[in-house]
């Protein structure tokens, strides 16, 4: 899309009288295209109508800047030069009828507007680009390792060791006394109630034994209390499911140790409200009973079923 | 647990963008349409609640960013890599790639006017252009197409999104004759070697 009517006769006619615009550092140039660009633009000249006389001489000038040691881009500079002398000498030629739209220039002007297309959009890039670092996804900002311990400067000084030492007081060694709290549940207590319990029935659930009291320590040392009894071998315990009802076993082959009957009876023998599974606060509510694996059909017999239950001793 | 959830925890745990088919796969209850409707709605929550993070469409999918205007404090951190930009002449290389590909080197060095091996190599390297196909000329010459990782970097949901010719201020001749003058061109090249 090249202008179809250039007036040839006025190319080169309109010399500016400044070349300070001349006094360029080659270097500054991305090659030939970019310091043609700069000639044309900066002189203020249509680009379909270049004084391309005025532009090669320009051009020339330019690079007879480029020193010796920077030839390994100059080659391209050349090439632009030659490109411009042979536009220059097309242009003098006369042309042909039907050839107004062979502008010699064409082809140069149109990469000109191309570069010149580029550079925009490269500048759009970069401010794309710009914007775009400014937003940070996952995993910029990666954790920083905590330094060792032995790393890090220590500022304490031995001064300060010094008068904090001489702050501390010794303990007095003829003063120590030890305060223990009273254990105001008795292990044996429970035992005693455990045995009695089973000294009626072949099996107690766990929660029937705490019928009766409130606090915890009673619980603990129910717990206690069978578990040494179970260690001595006169019961054992069984639970199906975490958190379901622990039962207690009399353990009947002990034929040696008839239960409970040599013993004396509980000193304090809770009153167990029968049929009223009365269930201390703190306990966490049954959902659902789970069937006793080892339930005997009657529950006051002495005689369990079967052997299922002799060797599972906790 | 929601739909929009679901997408919200794909979207936290994935360090780069993701396209919405490829968040679809992570429940058969999903699939694009929904994927979109849901990240609408994260967007607009995000919004709403002011976050200092959103989702943003990038390189043909969607990515949670941080919002532009926390840079100065994310680049305080002395472990966040510092941007490194592109040159003047990577950039120009890289736009004449990105509007006219797939093209080879010796229309991209016509264009700028000088050798350009070097610097398409450096875009390569860094991933932001890459061989798409190879052309029909003596030699079969390579051509270079722009990547994900170009859109990424420059914010572009698509390549769509690059300033349309149209919108610069700089006349240009039409794009057509590139696979004509491509093949001229290519060509031509050995005569000049």
Redesign the interface.
């Given at each position: 899309m090249v202008h179809p009517s250039v007036d040839l006769t006025r190319a080169g006619s309109t010399l500016l009288a400044g070349d300070n615009f001349l006094v360029v550092e080659i270097d500054r140039f991305q090659g030939p295209l970019d310091l043609l660009l700069h000639l044309v633009r900066h002189q203020d000249v249509d680009i379909l109508q270049i004084p391309i006389a005025r532009i090669t001489d320009q051009f020339l000038a330019a690079i007879k800047l480029i020193r010796s040691d920077q030839l390994e881009g100059a080659g391209e500079f050349l090439e632009m030069a030659a490109t411009l002398i042979q536009i220059k000498a097309q242009m003098l030629l006369p042309r042909q009828e039907g050839e107004e739209d062979q502008d010699p220039r064409a082809e140069l002007v149109h990469r000109l507007l191309e570069y010149e297309q580029i550079r925009e959009i490269s500048n759009r890039l970069k401010t794309a680009e710009a914007e775009r670092a400014r937003r940070f996804a996952k995993g910029w900002v990666p954790s920083r390792p905590r330094p060792e311990i032995s790393d890090t400067p220590l500022e304490t000084t031995w001064e300060d060791v010094w008068e904090v030492a001489l702050q501390v007081e010794l303990p007095d060694p003829a003063d120590r006394r030890h305060t223990l709290p009273v254990r105001y549940v008795s292990m044996e207590d429970k035992e005693l109630l455990i045995v009695d319990a089973l000294a009626e029935k072949a099996r107690v659930e766990f929660s029937r034994l705490l019928c009766g009291f409130e606090d915890k320590a009673h619980a603990v040392m129910t717990l206690l209390a069978g578990l040494e009894l179970s260690r001595r071998r006169e019961l054992f315990l069984r639970q199906v499911t975490p958190f379901s009802e622990l039962w207690l076993y009399r353990r009947r082959e002990d034929d040696d140790m008839p239960l409970a009957e040599d013993r004396e009876p509980a000193l304090e023998k809770p009153e167990i409200p029968r049929g009223t599974r009365r269930r201390p606060p703190w306990m966490p509510p049954e959902e659902e009973e789970p069937e006793d694996p080892l339930a005997v059909p009657d529950v006051n017999s002495d005689v369990p079923n079967d052997g299922t239950m002799s060797p599972e001793t906790t | 647990m929601n739909i929009t959830q679901i997408v919200e925890a794909v979207l936290?745990a994935?360090?780069?963008p993701l396209k919405a088919e490829e968040i679809a796969r992570a429940d058969g209850s999903l699939d694009e349409d929904i994927v979109e409707e849901a990240i609408r709605a994260l967007q607009a929550q995000y919004g709403e609640s002011e976050r200092s993070f959103q989702v943003?469409e990038l390189a043909e999918g969607f990515?949670?960013?941080?919002?532009?205007e926390?840079?100065p404090y994310?680049e305080r951190?002395d472990?966040?890599?510092r941007?490194s930009?592109?040159s003047?002449?990577a950039?120009?290389t890289?736009?004449?790639i990105?509007?006219r590909q797939p093209i080879g080197r010796i229309e991209v060095e016509?264009?700028?006017?000088?050798?350009c091996g070097g610097v398409i190599r450096t875009l390569q390297d860094r991933a932001l252009v890459d061989v798409v196909a190879r052309g029909e000329g003596i030699g079969r010459p390579l051509l270079y197409g722009t990547t994900q990782r170009f859109l990424?970097?420059?914010?572009?949901r698509v390549i769509n999104d690059?300033?349309r010719?149209e919108e610069?201020?700089?006349?240009?001749?039409e794009g057509t004759p590139l696979g004509a003058e491509e093949e001229a061109v290519a060509t031509a090249e050995p005569d000049h070697g």
């Open positions: - | 936290f994935s360090d780069a943003v990515q949670i960013l941080t919002r532009a926390f840079a994310l951190f472990t966040v890599p941007p930009r592109l003047g002449p950039l120009e890289l736009a004449i990105a509007y016509y264009v700028r006017g000088v050798a990424n970097h420059f914010g572009f690059l300033p010719v610069l201020p700089v006349v240009l001749r």
